[in-house]
């Protein structure tokens, strides 16, 4: 599996630039929730794409490059790295599924060798839960938080305030980000090689010794317009990686009339017979 940068970047420069910085790793879950919240941090804090992974685990997808005021040209795929350099703050966003079969193997090969590589400071998961699905011991609580540093995390995290049920044991997780928290807590290889693919772009066929600081941050949404939950999740995800929020959140173009907000037409001329 391959790290492929933009701008003709050298790929070792690549993620040296992106070492030490903390990292949002979103779920596909209910609502999509966690892919919006991470499309408002990359447009709120205008962070630069920088490179791209493979998708050849997902589902294929392409689609025009999303903007805020203008246009761009290019293509999205479905495994984009974002970095935002006043915030130190690296953003990798999932849009498509993982197909069938080969959550293990998307994980294993492609997304912890990459975090073990760029040697980032923090790793923090994101995903949704479905709150038709909310355990009673939950029913006070919006969001979980697990981490392996929980101590640290709630230094700076309000957690009585913000409805975050602090989960002990990574065992207590579930879906997706479950499996996700579990490959990182693997011990990998103590050896690794960093070894270019192609031009333009860097193999992870290997996995560094590495201690990392990983979190989860789950939050339970219904299905539907989550567009609401989505600056909540975002907003608490800046919390628990002690980055102060903005005052107000910058929306790409991709989100207007997605939920059908648009004004509903009346009359014979413009209304449901039209």
């Known amino acids: ?34 892919q919006l919240a991470t499309d408002l941090l990359i447009h709120t804090f205008a962070a630069k794409l920088v490179a791209r992974l493979d998708d050849i685990y997902l589902y294929p997808f392409a689609s025009p490059v999303d903007y805020v005021d203008k246009p761009a040209t290019g293509i999205t795929s479905g495994l984009e790295i974002y970095y935002c350099e006043d915030q130190n703050l690296t953003i990798l966003q999932q849009r498509t599924p993982i197909l069938p079969g080969l959550t293990k193997r998307f994980l294993s090969e492609l997304i912890v060798p990459f975090i073990n590589m760029a040697k980032f400071s923090r790793v923090l998961v994101l995903q949704s839960n479905d709150m038709g699905l909310r355990e009673d011991k939950h029913a006070n609580h919006k969001y979980l938080l697990w981490s392996n540093q929980i101590t640290k995390i709630i230094e700076t995290l309000q957690v009585s305030e913000s409805g975050v049920a602090v989960v002990r044991e990574s065992t207590e997780l579930d879906g997706v980000g479950k499996l996700v928290i579990e490959a990182l ?29 990983a979190a989860f941050l789950s939050m339970f949404v219904y299905e539907g317009d989550n567009s609401d939950d989505s600056k909540l999740l975002a907003a608490e995800a800046l919390k628990v990686l002690n980055i102060q929020g903005p005052s107000k959140w910058t929306q790409p173009v991709s989100w207007r009339g997605v939920y059908g907000n648009k004004q509903v037409p009346s009359g014979l001329e413009f209304g449901v017979y039209a």
Do not use: R, W, Y
């Open 185 to 213: 807590e693997q011990q990998p290889s103590p050896t690794a090689k960093l070894a270019p693919a192609v031009s333009g772009s860097l193999s992870l066929n290997a996995q560094a010794h590495a201690s990392i600081d």
């Open 1 to 34: 599996m391959s790290l492929h940068p933009v701008h003709g970047q050298d790929p070792l420069t690549a993620l040296q630039k992106l070492e030490g910085s903390q990292l949002i790793v979103p779920v596909v879950s209910i609502g999509n929730t966690p």
